[in-house]
């Protein structure tokens, strides 16, 4: 590996303009962190891709480079673009390794984070490096939110989160309470109460939109957010169809034919899919089938019934089939998620957007004073380095709030 990422390294024409840098949504100084490599210092190179971006090593294994730094690399323009993912992921697992740093000195303030997936952990990560003393809230067993109980395991192996949680919270001094659901017995009013400062919510989007058509309570029919979480629970037979085209279809579909699925049909609303054309195309490799411009209609305890469109090259509808039977052992719903209410409904003072995510502004401030939120719970579902991206901004809100406060 390490020649491979040399020979990446060596690609690179060190840009005075980087595209790539501009690329990438969290601006990784790109062309620096090569320079870094290629002159032995790994160590300067992976500190500056853990400051920049406290979720690097993730980020190198699950971002859309095709779409973002790779797919801004000049070199890409005649040929194979420098393939920084490989590079990112070699000097970022590398240098975490050797992390052992201990906590930053305490400035005695207590901040709570709500949920550990990229948006939590950004905000505790950066919170702890100025000093705070910081307690994650996480209502799963482990921490990762959608790393470790939505994307699967030959995607983002869960010891680069073991590690994670060791090297960048433990060490650090972060504290963290497992299988604790804010809002059930523990309220944000409990939290203000035993001296938090200030609570950041980073609870993501875990309430699967449903389709509301006939069929979709029968036993065999479940959702894709909670098939992930733990796919082995499922008997799903040997014919699966997935209804929906993003990449947490693409993680069902693959997921469930390294299960044992025999046949693994994807049904695509549109004659296009959601999903990365990387996804896509490794799906395809894996096996599954799509089928494009499927409107299901109903579901049986034998398959499902649906309608296919034909559209124009605008997405406009030319023609809509007959209701028609494709036979199934089990479905799978994957057509996004929204975002739970519990913690909105028992606070006093905390309002959702109309898009029924949570209402903040533009720096990441709810409506309730000291309370402030990122990532999927505020945007809807989106991307890892997104949710990396708005925190770390949110994080300098919550400090500067914490700050003030410590001055009155
Ligand atoms: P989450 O990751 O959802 O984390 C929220 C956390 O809050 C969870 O741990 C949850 O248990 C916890 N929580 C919720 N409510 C409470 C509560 N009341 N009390 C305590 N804890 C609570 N993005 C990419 O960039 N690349 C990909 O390849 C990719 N693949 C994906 C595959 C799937 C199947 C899915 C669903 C999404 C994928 N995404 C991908 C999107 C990406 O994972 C999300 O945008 C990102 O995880 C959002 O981070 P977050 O911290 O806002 O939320």
Redesign the pocket.
């Known amino acids: 590996m390490a020649l491979h990422v040399m020979d990446e390294a060596n690609h690179c024409l060190g840009c005075k303009v980087p595209r790539c840098q501009q690329g990438c949504p969290i601006h990784t100084n790109i062309p620096e962190v090569i320079r870094l490599l290629k002159a032995n210092k790994l160590d300067e190179a992976g500190r500056m891709l853990f400051e920049n971006n406290p979720l690097t090593t993730v ?1 190198s294994l ?3 480079h095709e779409n973002q730094c790779e797919g801004h690399c000049v070199r890409g323009i005649k040929g194979a673009p420098v393939h920084f993912s490989v590079i990112e992921n070699y000097i970022s697992s590398t240098y975490a390794s050797q992390m052992t740093q201990g906590p930053a000195p305490s400035n005695g303030k207590k901040a709570a984070i ?9 905000i505790a990560v950066i919170l702890a490096r100025y000093g705070y003393d910081v307690t994650i ?4 067993d482990k ?10 395991e030959f ?2 192996p869960k010891s680069v989160l073991d590690d994670f949680e060791y090297r960048h919270l433990r060490l650090k001094g972060i504290k963290v309470r497992p299988n ?5 017995a523990l309220k944000i009013e409990d939290l203000f109460r035993d001296g938090y400062k200030a609570i950041f919510i ?5 309430k699967p939109k449903a389709m509301g058509i006939p069929g979709e309570s029968l036993g065999h029919v479940n959702y ?2 909670d098939y ?1 979480v733990d796919p082995d629970v499922y008997d799903l037979g040997d014919n699966l169809v997935v209804i929906g085209a993003g ?2 279809a ?3 579909a693959r997921t469930a034919l390294r299960k044992g699925v025999r046949h693994v049909s994807v049904f695509c609303r549109r004659y296009q899919t959601a999903a ?1 054309v990387r ?1 896509v195309d490794y799906a395809k490799a894996d096996g599954v089938e799509f089928y494009y411009g499927m409107r299901p209609s109903r579901i049986t305890d034998d398959g499902v019934y649906y309608k296919k469109v034909e559209m124009d090259e605008e997405g406009n509808i030319t023609s809509t089939s007959e209701e028609q039977f494709f036979p199934c052992s089990s479905v799978i719903i ?1 057509i996004s ?1 929204g975002a ?1 209410n ?2 909105v409904s028992t606070t006093t003072g905390l309002e959702m957007s109309s898009h029924g995510l949570l209402a903040t502004d533009e720096h990441g401030h709810t409506t309730r004073e000291g309370i402030f939120a ?6 809807g ?7 990396v991206k708005y ?1 770390k901004q949110v994080a300098e809100e919550m400090d500067e709030y914490l700050t003030k406060r410590r001055e009155k």
């Not at 809230?137 to 799963?140: A, R």
């Not at 921490?143 to 699967?152: A, W």
């Not at 980073?202 to 875990?206: H, S």
């Open positions: 980020c699950v971002c859309n709500i949920g550990s997936g990229p948006a939590g952990l950004t809230f996480e209502s799963h921490i990762g939110g959608v790393l470790r109980y939505g994307i699967p995607r983002l604790t659901d804010v809002g059930k980073g609870t993501g989007v875990w894709a957010i992930l990449n947490s693409m993680d069902v990365s996804e994957a998620q739970q519990r913690i990122s990532g999927d719970v505020v945007l579902a989106r991307t890892v380095v997104e949710a925190s």
